[in-house]
């Protein structure tokens, strides 16, 4: 019986014979599901366009926002793949969404914001302002 390091390491072997050349990719996909991250976010971070299938918090969380996805519900359709081949096939098209959505991530998703909220947060409650 593998230990659990041993499976990680299986998983990242197994993930790297459908996703080819792409090591890193599959590395930060790894990292993002063993520490509850949010790939979406992560895509806007790394700057990749992305294909959403909806899920609950990109519709209450994400969406709402404006982000620039191409978004399916649960199935594939002509237009979604017509879609996803005008990003292949139009960079220019692709670039404005990828800078969109990390401008979309730095605005409400990063760190910074985080950081600004949990102080307003603790502040209200504490009532100390110089954390």
């Keep these: 019986m593998m230990n659990s390091r041993e499976q990680i390491f299986e998983l990242r072997r197994r993930m790297c014979l459908s996703i080819i050349g792409q090591d890193h990719v599959v590395d930060r996909l790894l990292l993002t599901l063993l520490c509850n991250g949010n790939a979406?976010?992560?895509?806007?971070?790394?700057?990749?366009?992305?294909?959403?299938?909806?899920?609950?918090?990109?519709?209450?969380?994400?969406?709402?926002?404006?982000?620039?996805?191409?978004?399916?519900d649960g199935y594939l359709t002509k237009d979604v793949?017509?879609?996803?081949?005008?990003?292949?096939d139009d960079e220019e098209y692709r670039n404005e969404m990828i800078d969109f959505n990390y401008e979309i991530g730095k605005a409400f998703f990063s760190y910074s914001v985080l950081r600004r909220q949990l102080r307003a947060l603790i502040t209200n409650i504490t009532g100390q302002e110089n954390l």
């Design 81 to 88: 793949v017509a879609k996803v081949q005008r990003i292949i």
């Design 40 to 72: 979406l976010l992560e895509a806007f971070y790394f700057r990749k366009p992305v294909l959403v299938n909806r899920y609950s918090i990109f519709v209450a969380d994400i969406e709402p926002k404006g982000a620039k996805v191409i978004a399916m």
